[in-house]
Structure formats: structure tokens, C-alpha cells
């Protein structure tokens, strides 16, 4: 990695970023790496944890940045998961308005969605992600070996958003995934790498079309599933239930949502339902009232029954937005189905928060 950040950046010293236990698995051998390039290089460890992704902990990195002397010769390099990314790349998006910065994404969510696209930020206690900067890296360096360490229940999370772009934009992904799901979470090197190519390619190529999410761009539709899934995460309290994992649920309900606006046809929820389910991902809302749900999809939208773009397939491999009240995204009777779906035995969100 050392040599293709000397060539892409021209940078004299590097900053890693990095969080405890990655920074004693990958980090010696990517400073290693960096100073055989002919690098200064220094490393940063934050700890683990979205609580990391705050303005706090951006004010400490350019009080290091500074104490190191870093100027725009330098370069950051995110050594992490998606937490890792979004924090370095607002550091050097907003350090002497801006320097150069590498993705070194470690987990599957990373690899394949948060370090591409260009899209860095904090939260704010208040919300997640709302404040923040498109800032494109230099270089996104994917070594699938990392996954070797990563959790089996993170590896399924970072899935659903392969899963997520092949219900979209491409239905033969969607058709290698049925096959090769299980290969693909087993780290198998074929399809771990095919499905891992093609998740990047799909999302460079919707950023290349839509960088800034306009009003009618495509990059909206990348949001498949995030609108009910942003609601879950709101109402666990960013514990128990992996973004992921919220998105493969709020994925199944625009789904089946979908077909009972005709835009989809029978059977489109079923076989995402059937394909997240066997990775092992839930496809059921946790049981929180739907007045809790409504309120967190109400949140960002000043008017109470503003309609939000809600993203729908509109079959396997095509997606559309239609907009919806939240009242509308979430019927009276949303539960009527039979819950066989549920997590286990023990229903999410009966434990309360
Ligand atoms: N910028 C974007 O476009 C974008 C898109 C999606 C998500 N995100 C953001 O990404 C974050 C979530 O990313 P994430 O799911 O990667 O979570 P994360 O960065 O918190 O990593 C998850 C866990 O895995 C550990 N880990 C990382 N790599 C590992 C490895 N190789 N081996 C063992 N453990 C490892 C981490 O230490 C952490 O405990 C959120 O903050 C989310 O807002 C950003
Ligand atoms: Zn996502």
C-alpha cells in the first residue's frame, strides 16, 4: 500500500488512523508498508465505537496533525471500518480546508459502501451523520484478508448492502448472491471477490453519475431500505441492531410495501426476504408502536406529514422512489403479517430501551 499512496498522493508523511485492535493486527505492516515508500509515518489510535465519530475526537486529531507538522504534503489513512473512514475523511476534508486522505477499509460494510463515494462526516449527539463533507480519497485500498478477523454477524451486516445494491440496480448480482451467498460470508476468494468488485463498481458508478445526491439522481436510490432502517437504529439506540442488519429489515418492508403498491411484483419481497434470511440477517421491524416508528421517520422533516423519497424496488435489479408520508410508508395495519420472521424467540425491542 506504501508505494500506490507515495504515487497517488506525492505526500512526505502520513497519518494513520486506526482503532485498538486493528492498530496491533494491520497497522505495523502498513506503516511498515508507508516507510519503505519512503514515508514518515505516524499512527493515531481513536477508540472503538460510533461515540468516536464526533467533533471531539476531529478536534483532537488536528491538534495531532499540527503537533506533528503536517501541512498539505501529508496524507490521513483510514485503517478501519466505515467508523474509521467517516472520521479520518472529515479530519482531512476540513484540515487547511483539506488534504489528501486513503481508505484502508477493513470490514465488508466498508469495502464495499462507506469508503466509496466520497461521503465523510460526524455525528452529533442529537443525530448520526449530520455533519460532514464529500471528500473523495485518493486511493481505497481493499485487502481482503482483513475479513479473515472480522466477525461472522459484521461480515453478514457489510452483505446487506451488497444485497441492497444488487435488489436495485442489478439483478444478476442478485442471482449470484442466491448461489454464492454462503461462499461469500465463508470468505471464499471467488465469489468473496466478485461480490466485493461488483458492489464497488455499482456504487463508483452511481457516484460518478450523482456525486452530490440530487434532487432526481440515482445516488438517492442507494438508500434502499435506509429510511425505516435510520428508524430502528433511532429507536434501539445505535446498540443491539447492526446498520446492517436494520437495513435487510427496513429492505424486506419497502419490499412487500412495494407490491401492495403495484409497483413491484408479487413474489419481489419474498425472494428478499429468502436471500437475506439466509445469511442470516432479520427481516422483521423490531416490535416498537408504530407511533414510536412514526415519530422517528417524522425526525429530520419539518412538516408533520411531509413526504419523504421512499425507495422501493420495483422488481430484482431496479429500484424507484415514490414519495410517502410516513403514515403512509408505515399503514395502520403494517403488521398484519404473520411474524414467523422474527429474531429467535425473543422479539426485538421487548426489552424496551
Ligand atoms: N460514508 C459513507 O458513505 C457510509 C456508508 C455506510 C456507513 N457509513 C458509516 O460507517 C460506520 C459503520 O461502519 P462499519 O460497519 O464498518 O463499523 P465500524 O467501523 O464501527 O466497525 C465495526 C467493528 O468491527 C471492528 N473491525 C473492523 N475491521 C475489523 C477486522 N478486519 N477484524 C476485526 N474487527 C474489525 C471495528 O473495530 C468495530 O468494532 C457508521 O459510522 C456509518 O455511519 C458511512
Ligand atoms: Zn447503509
Given at each position: 500500500v506504501g508505494e500506490e499512496v507515495a504515487r497517488r498522493t506525492g505526500a512526505r508523511v502520513a497519518v494513520v488512523v486506526t482503532v485498538p485492535v486493528l492498530a496491533r493486527r494491520y497497522a505495523p505492516v502498513a506503516l511498515r508498508s508507508l516507510r519503505a515508500a519512503g514515508l514518515r509515518a505516524h499512527r493515531v489510535v481513536v477508540p472503538d465505537g460510533d461515540a468516536s465519530k464526533s467533533l471531539?475526537?476531529?478536534r483532537q486529531l488536528y491538534e495531532v496533525l499540527l503537533d506533528l507538522g503536517v501541512d498539505r504534503s501529508g496524507v490521513l489513512v483510514a485503517l478501519g471500518g466505515g467508523m474509521v473512514g467517516d472520521l479520518t475523511g472529515f479530519a482531512a476534508a476540513t484540515f487547511l480546508r483539506g488534504i489528501p486522505f486513503v481508505q484502508i477499509p477493513t470490514t465488508l460494510l466498508a469495502m464495499v459502501d462507506a469508503s466509496v463515494g466520497g461521503k465523510v462526516g460526524v455525528n452529533l449527539p442529537r443525530g448520526k451523520n449530520l455533519v460532514g463533507a464529500f471528500h473523495q480519497p485518493r486511493l481505497v485500498w481493499i485487502d481482503l484478508a482483513t475479513l479473515g478477523t472480522l466477525p461472522l454477524r459484521q461480515r453478514a451486516a457489510g452483505l446487506a448492502e451488497v444485497v441492497k445494491?444488487?435488489?436495485?440496480?442489478?439483478?444478476r448480482l442478485f442471482e449470484r448472491l442466491e448461489a454464492e451467498a454462503g461462499d461469500v460470508l465463508a470468505l471464499a476468494q471467488g465469489p468473496l471477490l466478485a461480490a466485493v468488485e461488483r458492489a464497488?463498481?455499482?456504487?463508483?458508478?452511481?457516484?460518478?453519475?450523482?456525486?452530490?445526491?440530487?434532487?432526481a439522481g440515482v445516488r438517492r436510490l442507494l438508500n434502499f431500505g435506509?429510511?425505516?432502517?435510520?428508524?430502528?437504529?433511532?429507536?434501539?439506540?445505535?446498540?443491539?441492531?447492526?446498520?446492517g442488519e436494520a437495513v435487510a429489515m427496513g429492505m424486506v418492508h419497502a419490499a412487500?410495501?412495494?407490491?401492495?403498491?403495484?409497483?413491484?411484483?408479487?413474489?419481489?419481497?419474498?425472494?428478499?426476504?429468502a436471500l437475506l434470511r439466509r445469511i442470516g440477517l432479520p427481516t422483521e421491524l423490531p416490535r416498537f408502536p408504530r407511533r414510536a416508528y412514526l415519530a422517528a421517520l417524522r425526525v429530520d422533516k419539518k412538516r408533520r406529514d411531509a413526504r419523504i423519497d421512499y425507495i422501493v424496488p420495483r422488481g430484482i435489479g431496479s429500484a424507484t422512489s415514490v414519495p410517502l408520508t410516513p403514515a403512509e410508508i408505515l399503514p395502520a395495519r403494517w403488521r398484519r403479517r404473520p411474524a414467523e420472521g422474527c429474531l429467535g424467540s425473543e422479539p426485538m425491542g421487548a426489552r424496551g430501551r
Open positions: 471531539a475526537r476531529v445494491k444488487a435488489a436495485a440496480f442489478d439483478a464497488c463498481a455499482i456504487k463508483a458508478e452511481v457516484v460518478r453519475r450523482d456525486e452530490r445526491e440530487g434532487e435506509h429510511t425505516l432502517a435510520h428508524a430502528v437504529e433511532t429507536l434501539t439506540g445505535y446498540r443491539r441492531v447492526l446498520h412487500r410495501r412495494s407490491e401492495d403498491l403495484a409497483v413491484a411484483p408479487a413474489g419481489t419481497a419474498a425472494r428478499l426476504e
